[in-house]
């Protein structure tokens, strides 16, 4: 099986939706990723830390997995990466209300030496320094390398995340990080800015309203699957990353044609992410269900239309 690098945090969040709150669950971008990822016939490994305050529970969910997390620095007497925040009603916007970086804060990371040569590296949201640093440590050029990045970066590491964006093949943003990133409102203008930067694929997330995808002067537009229920968006962006990541890795193919396949994977993995706390609707997903589930994405999105000359 091909290898997947996935780099991001492991942590404890604490959520406040309209629908209700948790006290500590597990949560991290790099867990996300790794858990939709895990549904992908790819051999993954995550690179990040975590203080001894981390359940060894929380551990073996990832090895269950089948996710190698000789990479997962436990560092003895320190505390794992926290936050909470609070979600409006609308569920598009939150405040932050807790950012305890503690062992995230001197963060080295250490790619294993059977990933050094990964086929596809997912970079998750952290320091552009980090994610540089994996990037340095690799022994071969991967197929693709996705950076997943956000509007803070942007606002206190510019310089720095200007050189990652340099290195990788794909940047998965937000809309409005899009046009933070480029001055640009409009984001096909935003998109080709970015693309000048030096990722070959831009995808731009729109949340609920679904992603866009840009190459050259192509553009490929998936949809979110309209939900009953949407009860945490928390880890929706990193289960999107996963998913796409994911797929990417097992079908060994970067064409834009595969990539538009991509980026309805990753979409149908972050449906179901939003739709409990936490990751606790991926803990129990099973296969058939992110099957059956495509069959509606592709119900949604096919349909047959006659041209007829005027």
Not at 129 to 155: C, E, G, H, R, Y
Not at 160 to 177: G, H, Q, S
Request: net charge negative; hydrophobic share 45%.
């Amino acid at each position: 099986m091909n290898k997947l690098l996935i780099v991001g945090t492991v942590a404890f969040d604490a959520i406040e939706t309209p629908f209700g709150k948790t006290g500590k669950i597990l949560g991290g971008a790099a867990m996300y990723i790794g858990f939709s990822a895990s549904f992908f016939k790819v051999r993954s490994a995550i690179v990040s830390v975590v203080g001894d305050d981390f359940p060894q529970e929380y551990l073996d969910l990832f090895t269950e997995r089948n996710i190698d997390i000789s990479a997962l620095e436990v560092v003895k007497g320190g505390k794992t990466f926290f936050w909470s925040g609070r979600y409006h009603n609308d569920l598009n916007s939150r405040d932050t209300l807790v950012t305890e970086l503690n062992t995230l804060a001197d963060f080295q990371p250490k790619v294993p030496d059977n990933f050094k040569d990964a086929d596809v590296v997912m970079l998750g949201n952290l320091h552009p320094l980090v994610q540089i640093s994996v990037l340095d440590q690799l022994t071969a050029t991967p197929k693709l390398v996705v950076l997943d990045t956000m509007n803070f970066w942007m606002d206190c590491a510019l310089p720095e995340l200007m050189e990652v964006i340099k290195r990788v093949d794909v940047i998965t943003v937000n809309d409005e990080e899009a046009r933070q990133l480029t001055g640009e409102y409009s984001l096909v203008k935003a998109a080709a800015k970015i693309q000048a930067m030096g990722p070959e694929f831009v995808v731009i997330k729109k949340g609920e309203h679904g992603a866009l995808l840009f190459h050259d002067k192509q553009v490929f537009f998936a949809p979110a699957l309209p939900l009953e229920e949407v009860f945490d968006p928390t880890g929706a962006g990193d289960t999107f990353a996963g998913g796409f990541a994911g797929y990417i890795a097992q079908s060994e193919n970067i064409s834009f044609k595969n990539l538009k396949n991509a980026i309805i994977y990753g979409s149908n993995m972050a449906s179901f992410c939003v739709e409990e706390f936490g990751p606790n609707r991926m803990l129990r997903l099973e296969k058939q269900e992110v099957l059956d589930r495509l069959q509606q994405f592709k119900a949604l999105t096919q349909f047959d239309i006659a041209l007829e000359n005027e």
